[in-house]
């Protein structure tokens, strides 16, 4: 390759009519683990699909990871199949198959089957059965080239899970159990003994015996092909919640909320085998003899060669975990994510886990002194390390709230936000907190700035706070605020910038005293995070990338080229790089001057389709995010439902424009179980765009 040549032509050639040429981002090595969704195993190779990033395979027992998505359009992959040679994927948008071991993959969706949201798959002998969210079972029997409904009177075509035992196949449907012998064309109840037979979420043959796994009631046996089950719990916790089973040999295993569980026999008795599992959230399990794999929320993939009598994290190379927060500390960058916190010592080149001590590892805040780094979890409350992340001990004594959302220093001041519990102060580094909200009535604190002596408060609803004395008292300025909802301040130039989930960006000149939108150039309006570097500041987007500004925010360009996941979450400025935290596919890099000196032109693009996002976090407790993109100018309504279809929450019901927008919902005041979300956009461009609906579940866990 010309090499030489190529870089002549660029400088002789620049001046003329031609493109910038702009360089991309690039993702770093890491931090790792993440949302393993499913697991399947084939011959020597272990397959993972993640929630946002795709397949990932490993060929030495999960030692080492790849991720192998070549023309896997949708990330969100929720079900494997192997047959033969072929593995088969449901994702959000219908089925890919692969035939050269996930190297490549080609969509397998005829037009019965089209975008379903596919979350179960089974096979029997040449048949391929696909279990569709809203969508009922579809038979294939040509390797996936066509699909034909196979719903007969099956009276529920929200599927969960598929099973093969015999020449059954079994389905799990909000309504309960339903088996067919005819491929399809007739179902029958098959849930006798099940008290709430709507919430198996997952199946496991082993010889002649079927096992169901519920989210409500554990796990139930049923040894006469479905016609009646029997609950088999002893020796798990009481009402274990039963997310995935597994067979192998003999030998069944659950992973359930708490850890993974095996019985020897038949689910008479099971035995917990957690040695080295350091989460109790599990998604996915697979067996191959005595290997295991375990697939976790947030936190990767765990591997035993023992049957479970020891676990290891393997995740070196599994790029798949949701950034929230950056901070810097001299030459050293850390990243807190839902996997833990990390540190790179090479301005985000490389990260090494960082977690020993940290009892919640869904790290949302950070903060760093000359001496000390801080971390604030989602429901464990404060941490403090003193020797850069390589340990952490609790600081939490007087937070009566542990929600710990937003920490930041004041001088030698730290001040804590939490969710719900309003401020704290420490003064003895973290030793101790106490409140300090005297004129705050909004406690659902999101994120601070300080400027100068001035300590800026945004909160969820509530719009921006302030405090001149330290938090001794605080004034709501909010004046042209017309986006309550805080995501993110910073200041640059003695000017105060908001990110809101909806409104965009918002500058105050005045210290807060009033507000103005400055989105020129702005095609994402929910924006999470800032950075700057000089006079450029940079702006985060849920969904439309990075912007920069060049003019204290009076207009803003896309600096997104090959930023493969555009949902930021988090920015920071490290040595001469910017770095992207990204909600499922880790941290991005990107050298500032490619940026600030080859700044590409406004995009007007919209989201091309509209689209209901899986709630974040799943299970929650007690608030979580549910985040949807519209294509068009939409009335949109997004209610909650609970198992009886009794309406819980309205979370929006407005006139929308186009875009991508997010909304919390508090489940405080619900009673732990599943509930259902849905999102109805109608259109009103004269019907070009029509109407969207989708539905999906979420899981309140207290």
Known sequence: MNVGGQVFFVLVFAFANASPVIAQWTQTNGPYGGTANCLAVSGSSVFAGTNGNGVFVSTNNGSNWSRMSSGLTNPYIYAFAISGADIFAGTDAGIFRSTDGGTSWKEANSPALGSFSVEALAVSGTDLYAGAFSGGVFLSTSSGATWDPVNGNLPDTYIAALAVLGNGIFAATQSGVFRTTDRGTSWTEADTGMTFPGEVATFAVSGTNIFAGSTLEGVFVSTNNGTSWTAVNSGMPDFPLVYALAASDTNVYAAIYGGVYVSTNSGGIWTGINPGLTTPYFQSIAASGSELYAGTQNSGIFYSSNGGGQWTEVNTGLTNTWIRTFTTSGSNLFAGSFSGAFLSTDDGTSWTEVNSGLTDKAVFALAASPTEIFAGTQNGGAFRSTDNGANWVPSSAGLTNKSVFALTLLNSTLYAGTYGGGVFVSTNNGSNWTPVDSGLTNRQIQTFVVSGTDLFAGT?????????????TWTHPDTGLTETDIRALTVSGGNVFAGTSGGGIFLSTNGGATWTPENAGLTGLYVGSFAAAGTNLFAGTYGDGVF?????????????????????QALA?????LLAGTLYQSVWRRPLSEMITAVPPPSMVTPRQFALDQNYPNPFNPTTAISYQLSAVSKVELVVYDMLGREVATLVHEVKQPGTYSVHFDGSHLASGAYFYRLQARSGDGGRAGSFTETRKLVLLK
């Open 548 to 568: 920069l500004s060049t003019n204290s925010g009076t207009s803003w360009a896309p600096v997104d080229s090959g930023l493969a996941d555009p949902r930021v």
């Open 573 to 577: 400025v490290a040595g001469n790089n």
């Open 460 to 472: 969820a609803n509530g719009g921006v706070f302030l405090t001149t004395n330290g938090g001794t």
